[in-house]
């Protein structure tokens, strides 16, 4: 089953323009990474100013690969100062999954 990681991005309130501005921008290479299934920019609603990267990989290698290659050019953000003022990454398997039937 894919695995799937969590950049967790803390981000200001006044910060928050900035950095939905910078993804709107985002390099766009991680859809041609090989093992690459799924993104998700998610906007904190309530109860946190943590911004959620949400990525899912065929594998923990397809990650890895991603991580020593691509991800590097896909991060120089221009040299400007980080709109984040804090990050963590949480790595999950996916155990049981489910889609809506088919109609
Ligand atoms: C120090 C840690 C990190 C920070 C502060 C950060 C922040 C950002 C920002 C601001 C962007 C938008 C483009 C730019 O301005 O560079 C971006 C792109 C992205 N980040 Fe991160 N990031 C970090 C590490 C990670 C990690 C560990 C992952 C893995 C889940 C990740 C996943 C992504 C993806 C998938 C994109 C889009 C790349 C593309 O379009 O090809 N980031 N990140």
New binding site residues.
């Given amino acids: 089953m894919s695995v799937v990681?969590?950049?967790v991005?803390t981000v200001p309130a006044e910060q928050r323009e900035e950095?939905e501005k910078?993804?709107g921008?985002?390099?766009?290479?991680?859809?041609s990474s090989e093992g690459f299934e799924w993104?998700e920019l998610l906007r904190p609603v309530e109860g946190t100013d943590n911004y959620l990267?949400y990525?899912r990989w065929r594998s923990e290698e397809d990650f890895q690969a991603w991580?020593s290659g691509?991800?590097q050019a896909?991060?120089?953000?221009?040299g400007q100062r980080?709109?984040?003022t804090d990050?963590s990454?949480w790595s999950f398997e996916v155990a049981q999954q489910a889609a809506p039937k088919a109609v």
């Fill in positions: 990681k969590i950049n991005l950095l910078r993804f921008a985002r390099a766009g290479v991680v859809e993104f990267v990525t991580m691509s991800m896909a991060h120089r953000g221009g980080p709109a984040s990050s990454l």
